[in-house]
């Protein structure tokens, strides 16, 4: 019982610590999300390649260019949509963006797993047993509803208007969900649990990040296509 305990205070303060760490990369200035998102990207290839090493052994390296694909060109999109708009006066648009697109998965995820955790009883793929339909479904639905209210009622949130809130939040649902799935067969082809372990009790990069790895690329197509 007092494991238990000590674990859930360890996971707990991982948490808040990297919620915080988001949050300040995320609001202070575009310098310290380029910095944030620059050491995220690189913990994510770190991962990736130790990954491939342990799927393809000593042929690992051609199978890490995948990585461009799966991480570097991601990232690269998410800080161009942080930079849209950016002047030394004026930065609102690129944060919008870049908050909707993480705020959106962190809702996603959250409410997956509640939904899952009361109702859920018909898994959803053999990749990842937890996951269940009920919760897949309610995770959406609700992360949906919550980003329209917050693109609707919070002032800073109205440069982008509420119907864009409601797509990149169900862009970043779906998508986000398949990303999840993704980093989920890897890791069962490799043969562990974690990507990684830079934050004890909630896995590594790839773990943390999976979904936003596979939502950016189509949030960023809709804002060129449609914002």
Known sequence: MALNKEV???????AVVFVMVMLVGLFWNVWSFITLFTIIHFGCWYEFIKLMKKIHGDQFLPYCLLGLLYIT????????????????FWEITGRVYTCAIVFSIWINDTMAYVVGSLIGKTPFSKISPK????????????CVLVMGLLGYFIPIAKGLAVQHWIAIAAICAIVGTVGDLLESKIKRMADVKDSGSFMPGHGGFLDRF?????ATPFVWLYVQLFV
Request: aromatic content about 10%; proline content about 2%; hydrophobic content about 50%.
């Open 131 to 142: 996951k269940t339909w009920e919760g897949t479904a309610g995770g959406a639905l609700l």
């Open 73 to 88: 060109m991601p990232m690269a999109m998410l800080i161009g949509l942080r930079l849209d708009g950016f002047t030394f």
């Open 210 to 214: 999976d979904s936003l790895l596979v």
């Open 8 to 14: 859930f205070k360890t996971r707990s303060l991982t």
